[in-house]
């Protein structure tokens, strides 16, 4: 099934949630409103909302929209983390548009954000029900946590692999893992099962985050819809790089220190960079990495019996290694 065949199979349950999104986005405060309208028309891949729709669906959940407000709950935190993180990172392009930071500022950029998570936590109140309020919170917190161990280790050559997937886990993988644990505990299916789809999120945001590792690095600007080499050029060590440093020589060490630190010819330190990495493999071991992840993730939905949903959810996996953007 592609990306745009579930998308259209869950279709009537999306524009729910974007209408619910939009609604959620008013405000009297001029700003928000605006800025949320700009985020809306650029459009946005709603990944976390599919899996959580998937996940509740594969549950057995049909009775009532709490699998809509949750949704909504968890791309509101999405969508304002995205607001933090162009800040940090100074970006300039978010889904192919001027950022929102390089449009309106900072300060606009991170007060919206924080109005963005305000409303998540008013959503999240109306829901009543503890074990998604407490996995949400918990997420929230493992997602903020994996952002400043991202901060404070810019720059560290010193990073091992099992720290980096490690605020993988943290920053990424803990939001889309939730998404799809809300949809078990919504269905209320057993433990194994719960547990199971909660796993199968977890490895497929840690192969999501690998595979915008790799993009970061060999990307189409243009496809990506964001600038291309932030990684790099914020002195993020990511997988790619890590494997790199952990392969070369000591003064191919050097060199690439030197390619992080210096100011000038970005594009052409770029270029050599990804010469070396592909020389190395370490943009094939990373992509590997990712791989295995979705198949390893694929492997805990064997408890579920086949069905459309399954098909669906799988295949949104399978997207991930296949991704351009």
């Known amino acids: ?144 946590e994996g952002e400043i161990i991202g901060l404070v280790t810019k720059g560290n050559f010193d990073i091992t692999e099992e720290e980096y997937m490690d605020i993988i886990y943290k920053k990424t993988a803990s939001l889309i893992s939730v998404s799809c644990k809300i949809g078990a505990i919504l269905g209320n299916i057993s433990t194994d099962k719960e547990k199971a789809l909660t796993n199968f999120g977890l490895k497929i945001g840690i192969a999501y985050q690998l595979i915008d590792d790799v993009l970061d690095y060999t990307g189409d600007q243009e496809k990506l819809g964001k600038t291309i080499g932030l990684d790099f050029q914020r002195k993020k060590i990511t997988l790619p790089l890590i494997t790199l440093f952990q392969k070369v020589s000591a003064d191919e060490k050097i060199k690439i220190q030197n390619l992080i630190f210096s100011h000038n010819n970005y594009m052409g330190k770029l270029k050599t960079l990804v010469e070396m990495m592909e020389h190395h493999n370490t943009i094939e071991y990373a992509m590997g990495k990712a791989k295995n992840y979705v198949e390893e993730a694929k492997k805990e939905m064997e408890i579920f019996d086949d069905s459309p949903y399954l098909v669906a959810i799988l295949s949104l996996a399978d997207h991930i290694i296949a991704r351009k953007n």
């Open 1 to 144: 099934m592609t990306f745009d065949g579930i998308r259209d199979f869950i279709g009537e349950d999306l524009k729910k949630i974007e209408k619910l999104i939009s609604r959620n986005f008013q405000s009297d405060v001029l700003l928000i409103p605006t800025i949320a309208n700009y985020l809306i028309g650029a459009g946005g891949k709603k990944f976390r909302p599919m899996l959580l729709v998937l996940s509740s669906k594969l549950s057995g959940y049909s009775n009532g929209d709490r699998h809509i407000l949750n949704s909504c709950i968890v791309e509101l935190i999405h969508v304002a983390t995205l607001l933090h993180d162009d800040v940090v990172d100074e970006a300039l392009i978010r889904r192919g548009n001027p950022s929102v930071n390089k449009k309106w500022g900072n300060e606009a950029s991170v007060l919206v954000g924080d109005y963005l998570f305000s409303k998540s936590l008013s959503l999240l109140a109306l829901g009543d029900d503890s074990r998604i309020t407490q996995s949400i919170s918990f997420a929230s917190q493992e997602l903020a």
